[in-house]
């Protein structure tokens, strides 16, 4: 088959660029040809080509320029869509689609936006369109979540229509999919995959544990025999680290020697503005400055998997979620 895999952005720089790349990787590896489609702005293309191969991936890109010739277009598709590169994208998938007739399946990474404009740009193509929920494109929660508007939930009725299945990740989504009039024949349970980096097998287990204690312990001068949990993810409201923090404020009584890193990129949420520095509050409040540590985001590549191997229990306290990709990271580490 050939396959088109559209998402947002891909290259090394993006987070979740390394389970994309493992999932086209085993595509093509499996006979099939791929190509990636996927958006790129000026800042981020650097002295990049637009569109280059990645072993024998072909990854062509939109650069989407916001401050040039795509400014109209990103501002209509922030107040309209919601999301700035939704027109630049669609345009660029409708030109790529004409060159590339004989495409079978197209791969949508998230049902909105991406699956969105797939099902826009290949109204008339002859392609299958399976697309991805992943949470966010299905959620409403003040604050966060696409489901809140309107027009994506409009859109996401069409994409419903035009999809031939539908890769959803959890009970919990495919219980909100059908809520939005999905089908319930088209829904397939596939877990989200979590990189290769996860599984090191240089070591044993208990080893990288104990090792990677010691580093996390020696960055934070903790204790390294006391208790250590771990909450990591985007400082959002609805991810639950203020209930975190007032947990700990009753952990300390039977527990005084735990402690807890928070670590995750600021949020400036529209209602209760800049996350990081409201939970600095909670902790300076509940006078917990001695046992809670709020960090910066651990770097994916290099310190995920160490901090989720140091960590006794990864606390994922957030209030909805359509799947806690770390939760499985941390499984990979042998932390519960």
């Known amino acids: ?6 998402v947002g952005a891909y290259g090394p720089r993006y987070i979740a660029n390394e389970i994309h790349r493992e999932l086209v990787q085993e595509f093509a590896r499996r006979g099939h040809q791929v190509i ?3 958006g790129v702005t000026p800042g981020e293309l650097g002295a990049e080509s637009i569109a280059y191969r990645d072993g024998s991936i072909l990854v062509e890109r939109t650069l989407i320029d916001a401050r040039g010739r795509d400014r109209i277009a990103t501002e209509i598709s922030r107040r309209l869509f919601h999301y700035p590169r939704f027109l630049p994208l669609l345009r660029g ?5 004409r060159r590339y007739p004989d495409i079978d399946v197209i791969h949508a990474d998230a049902v909105y936006p991406i699956g969105a404009l797939v ?5 008339t193509h002859r392609a299958a369109i399976v697309p991805s929920i992943h949470g966010g494109d299905l959620i409403a929660y003040p604050g966060y979540g696409y489901g809140r508007f309107a027009v994506a939930r409009r859109l996401t009725q ?3 229509e035009r999809s031939a299945l539908v890769r959803v990740n959890s009970p ?4 909100r999919a059908r809520e939005l ?3 319930p024949s088209k829904l397939r349970h596939v877990l989200v995959n979590i990189g290769d980096r996860f599984f090191d097998d240089s070591r044993p287990l208990l080893q990288r544990r104990l090792d990677a204690r010691a580093i996390v312990a020696r960055q934070h001068h903790l204790d390294r025999d006391a208790p250590l949990l771990l909450g990591t993810g985007r400082l959002l409201p609805l991810k639950g680290f203020h209930d975190l923090i007032a947990a700990m404020r009753l952990l300390r009584d039977s527990q005084p020697a735990a402690r807890v890193i928070i670590a995750g990129p600021n949020f400036i949420d529209p209602r209760d503005g800049d996350q990081r520095e409201s939970l600095q509050r909670a902790i300076a409040t509940q006078g917990l ?3 809670v540590i709020l960090r910066d985001s651990l770097r994916y590549e290099s310190e995920m998997a160490l901090y989720l191997a140091a960590a006794d229990l990864l606390v994922a306290p957030a209030h909805i979620e359509g799947l806690n990709r770390v939760v499985a990271e941390a499984g990979s580490q042998g932390t519960p």
């Open 36 to 38: 990636v489609y996927a």
């Open 93 to 97: 998938l409708r030109r790529l689609l």
């Open 119 to 123: 099902a826009l740009a290949a109204a």
């Open 158 to 160: 069409y994409v419903w």
């Open 181 to 183: 009039g999905c089908p």
């Open 289 to 291: 400055d001695d046992c």
């Open 172 to 175: 919990l989504m495919a219980a």
């Open 1 to 6: 088959m050939k396959i088109l895999y559209a």
